[in-house]
């Protein structure tokens, strides 16, 4: 017996209005100052929409996830105490609000766990973002190995949920160089 699993497809009717809505960023340690600086411009050019930046740590599983969209995690290894997470948390939180603070417009930032594309797409679902906006790789050989084995997060979110995803470029290759194969 075959089980067919009918998947809601991207469509109008799906579609999360734009005006009013929030915005959900994806963010990295050490990643350009221009994915904040792109998602408040773009958050201004909405009327002043909240912004949401997660970061997502693989290295964690989700134990609970709540409907506000943040979630209770823990260390993969139960055995091992690691509270490097919080550190990690703070420093991203500092860095934002550093980079923000001429923004003026309301923003958030949560710690997030487990696939990245997963746990982003929870958090738009709890705040009724619109969109996604997140950070290109730079571009190196091992990235780009790694990218095209298992994808890059904007690839994964385009495929698993219905909403836009907007990828800030961070690094350009010189298109006129010769390829490095």
């Avoid at 993969?76 to 703070?90: F, G, N, Y």
Wanted: charged residues 20%; proline residues 9%; glycine residues 6%.
């Amino acid at each position: 017996m075959q089980f067919h699993h009918h998947v809601p497809q991207p469509s109008p009717q799906r579609m999360v209005p734009i005006p009013g809505s929030p915005l959900v960023v994806g963010v990295v340690p050490g990643q350009s100052e221009l994915v904040a600086a792109t998602a408040a411009a773009w958050a201004d050019a909405l009327g002043g929409v909240p912004l949401h930046f997660a970061y997502v740590d693989a290295t964690r599983i989700v134990d609970e996830e709540y409907d506000d969209g943040t979630i209770r995690h823990s260390s993969l290894d139960p055995d091992l105490a690691d509270d490097s997470w919080a550190r990690v948390e703070e420093e991203l939180r500092s860095h934002l609000t550093v980079l923000l603070a001429d923004h003026a417009g309301p923003w958030d930032f949560r710690f997030l766990a487990g696939r990245p594309d997963r746990a982003l797409t929870h958090l738009a679902r709890a705040v009724g973002a619109s969109a996604f906006i997140v950070g290109a790789r730079r571009p190196s050989s091992t990235e780009r190995v790694r990218e095209f084995l298992a994808g890059s997060v904007a690839l994964h979110l385009t495929r698993h949920q219905h909403r836009p995803v907007l990828v800030v470029p961070v690094a350009v290759v010189d298109w006129k160089a010769p390829a490095p194969w």
